[in-house]
């Protein structure tokens, strides 16, 4: 019994270490606050802990854990509203500080991102984000990969048009 409980905490870590970054950015991207982030991943491991003997396979392990912080995020709101921030003061650490005009360049692609309708910023977030590919969003969503890459199509052309409406004029007819 010992080993077999050393064997989960093992595969537990694993997972963990795997997929914790990205789930502190999905749901950053999806909060807006840096508090309720590390809140949700907490309690998306904790849920994850408990029910980890239901993960068939490792690989199967990034859905499966988008899947219970989507869940855990949606559970916020059924308890209490939380405070909302203003999504342009959120700020990501990073370690490698982009120079200023980079940081403009950034702080203005998060705040158009933030003002799509989430129907096509959820998407767009699982996949730039969280890489996820077009069949494991619609996964994800429960929608078929059509209209996962319409909503990514429609999320880019909405950004694009949004960034030249801001006078953006860089390589935006370029990839994301």
């Not at 990205?22 to 999806?30: C, P, S």
């Not at 405070?83 to 360049?105: C, F, G, N, Y």
Request: aromatic share 6%.
């Amino acid at each position: 019994m010992g080993r077999e409980r050393d064997e989960r905490a093992r595969r537990f870590d694993r997972l963990a270490q795997a997929h914790g970054a990205d789930l502190y950015r999905f749901a950053l991207w999806l909060c807006g606050n840096e508090a309720l982030a590390r809140d949700l991943v907490q309690e998306t491991f904790l849920r994850a802990w408990k029910a980890l003997g239901s993960l068939r396979e490792d690989g199967a392990a990034r859905g499966w854990l988008i899947t219970i912080l989507r869940r855990e995020y949606a559970r916020t709101f059924e308890r209490k509203t939380p405070t909302l921030v203003d999504v342009e003061a959120v700020t990501v650490a990073d370690t490698r500080e982009p120079a200023p005009d980079r940081r403009t360049e950034r702080d203005l692609l998060r705040r158009a991102i933030a003002q799509l309708p989430p129907r096509y910023r959820e998407p767009l977030l699982l996949q730039a984000v969280v890489g996820l590919s077009c069949a494991e969003i619609a996964q994800q969503l429960g929608i078929g990969q059509n209209a996962v890459m319409t909503r990514l199509f429609r999320a880019r052309e909405k950004l694009k048009a949004r960034l030249r409406r801001d006078g953006i004029t860089g390589n935006i007819d370029g990839s994301f």
